[in-house]
């Protein structure tokens, strides 16, 4: 999977281009190093598999193990995704299970539901860590969120979650570009947030209504769409697309409508705003007029 750099290759290819970038990738090092050894929080997206390649290299196999959260909230095929990745890293990798939905203040999705998924996530992590005699749990948060609404971060500053690509200074942007020297394949991944991310804040969160995203979104994938989300509001679905795919969606109404209902849904929204990070704050009357049935 990934290509034959070492760490100091990609320095020097980042500093023919971006000195900046250089530093900051060189700055990620030497704070992965100085964990000595490292217990990853690892979905298999763009974020947490750079930091897991960055740890390779910085700590060593050895004092890295890579865990993952099982739960209705992560989707199959990013549950793949992030074993094929561990696998062709050589990255010891361990799943967990992790309960957040028998929490009644998750299941109910309040505004700060990813508070209360991190808290049950890092305290299983906490533990694995502890076991294995690792020296920091980390976390794959960048730069970038700390502009964002991310209520989750709260558990990880109550468990002492480390953000090594935050310390760093490293965006989304420049962890693609570092990922792609690397060639991993998650360097162009669209992002992955977990799938109660979906469903609007107040609406309980079920393994039935995950289930309905997951089916809706993997029919949508079966037909070649690519950046989007399916937003669950009850018995309709809110398609938000990226532009390519926004721009051909008016081509297939049947099909895309087809894949969708057969998940469950007897209603399809086709939101022409598209796909855009944060929608999920929004407050959904304002999107209402732009809105039209498929």
């Excluded at 060639?183 to 289930?211: I, K, N």
């Excluded at 979104?217 to 989300?229: I, K, M, P």
């Amino acid at each position: 999977m990934a290509s034959d750099f070492t760490a100091e290759q990609v320095i020097a290819v980042l500093q023919e281009g971006d000195r900046d970038l250089a530093a900051r990738f060189t700055l990620l090092l030497e704070v992965l190093r100085g964990c000595g050894s490292v217990c990853i929080g690892y979905s298999g997206g763009v974020d947490s598999v750079l930091l897991a390649q960055a740890a390779l290299l910085a700590c060593g196999p050895g004092r890295v193990l890579a865990v993952t959260g099982l739960s209705a909230s992560v989707s199959d095929a990013q549950r793949e995704l992030a074993r094929d990745c561990a696998r062709r890293m050589g990255l010891p990798h361990l799943e967990v299970g992790t309960e957040e939905l028998s929490d009644p203040s998750y299941a109910a999705n309040p505004a700060d539901r990813c508070y209360f998924c991190k808290r049950e996530l890092w305290s299983r992590l906490a533990e694995v860590a502890a076991a294995r005699g690792l020296s920091w749990v980390l976390d794959g948060s960048n730069a970038d969120d700390v502009g964002d609404y991310r209520p989750g971060m709260r558990a990880a500053q109550e468990r002492a979650i480390r953000a090594p690509l935050l310390e760093a200074g490293l965006t989304k942007a420049d962890i693609r570009i570092i990922s792609r020297l690397f060639g991993l394949p998650t360097w162009d991944q669209p992002s992955a947030p977990c799938l109660a991310s979906r469903l609007p804040y107040g609406l309980a969160v079920t393994p039935e209504r995950l289930r309905q995203v997951e089916e809706a979104e993997s029919a949508l994938r079966r037909l070649g769409l690519r950046d989007l989300r399916v937003r669950h509001h009850g018995d309709a679905a809110r398609l938000e697309l990226g532009p390519r795919d926004l721009a051909t969606a008016g081509d297939r109404p049947e099909a895309i409508a087809a894949g969708v209902r057969a998940a469950g849904f007897r209603r399809i929204l086709l939101d022409v705003e598209g796909y855009r990070r944060g929608a999920l704050n929004e407050s959904l009357t304002q999107l209402e007029p732009r809105r039209r049935d498929l």
